[in-house]
């Protein structure tokens, strides 16, 4: 979600610099200035505020070079479906990121700072729904949220796909809602995946007696970048061969249309996850460390 911000809000940034009288090379100085300083301050009170002695346990491991340890993730049922259920959540939403400006000027016919408007919504939608999915997640389980919010993506993208070809008056209204809906999802995929991944990580631990949670977070950001790749690949290619202008709209109507089929392969995905599994290995945790 940081990143989809920080794609949004610099253009609008450096923009407002511009209107002000800057240079394009001071507005942009200006703007990753403005940008790195809230970011080094956040960064530092994370790592300052945190306490190794107080919140972790001690770890007492067999050392295992890079390729064994790798091997041992991914052998991992649980990793593997989320992993690829994650892969499929991250190609949609790199896909709605790069088609964003498309989105407000090819979809929505607007000027292109209506992306600030479609970007607020989203943002705003996720702000209100970080209390409730964080609730939900621990009645329901994260998973759930997760598979929940796959199925919710699929459903605003194909909406906003299908509203595109006649993208005027309550069409347009219903389109604007729908990319506010899909706020819940970017906020269940916000603070969802990395607890989901600690509890594999744990999960594991306690079934092993091995400690390997970096290995498991570094071998899921491999995917992940490649996804990302694989996403800018794909929407440069719908782009260029479908068309990206209001006159031959179909390509950007597309990435719609992929985003859609993506989320539903996410939640197909996630459908399969093994629960029960990990919070049966979890409850054994807890009864070993006393919570």
Not at 40 to 54: D, I, P, Q
Not at 65 to 76: A, H, T
Not at 156 to 174: D, P, Q, R
């Amino acid at each position: 979600m940081r990143r989809r911000f920080a794609v949004v809000v610099f253009p609008e940034l450096v923009g407002r610099l511009q209107d002000a009288g800057m240079s394009l090379r001071a507005s942009y100085r200006l703007g990753v200035a403005g940008s790195a300083l809230p970011a080094l301050v956040l960064l530092l009170l994370a790592g300052l505020s945190f306490h190794e002695s107080r919140h972790c346990r001690p770890v007492f491991s067999e050392r295992l070079g890079l390729k064994e340890s790798l091997n041992q993730v991914l052998r991992v049922l649980p990793f593997r479906r989320f992993i690829i259920g994650e892969v499929f959540m991250q190609f949609s939403m790199n896909l709605v990121t790069l088609g964003m400006l498309y989105y407000t000027v090819v979809i929505f016919r607007q000027e292109q700072r209506f992306m600030t408007v479609l970007a607020a919504l989203v943002f705003g939608t996720a702000l209100v729904a970080f209390p409730l999915v964080n609730a939900l997640a621990k009645k329901k389980g994260k998973i759930k949220i997760l598979t929940a919010s796959a199925l919710v993506l699929a459903f605003c993208a194909l909406g906003v796909f299908l509203l595109s070809f006649n993208m005027a008056g309550i069409a347009f209204y219903l389109g604007v809602a729908l990319f506010a809906l899909a706020g819940i999802p970017t906020a269940a995929f916000s603070i969802l995946v990395n607890p989901t991944i600690a509890e594999i990580a744990r999960s594991q631990a306690a079934q092993t007696g091995g400690r390997r949670e970096a290995i498991f977070f570094g071998a899921r950001a491999v995917p992940l970048k490649i996804t990302i790749a694989i996403a800018g690949g794909v929407f440069g290619f719908l782009l260029s061969t479908y068309g990206r202008d209001i006159a031959e709209p179909l390509g950007v109507q597309l990435t719609l249309f992929l985003v859609a089929l993506a989320s539903l392969g996410a939640f197909l995905t996630f459908r399969g996850y093994p629960e029960k599994e990990v919070q049966k290995a979890l409850a054994e945790e807890e009864k070993l460390y006393g919570g």
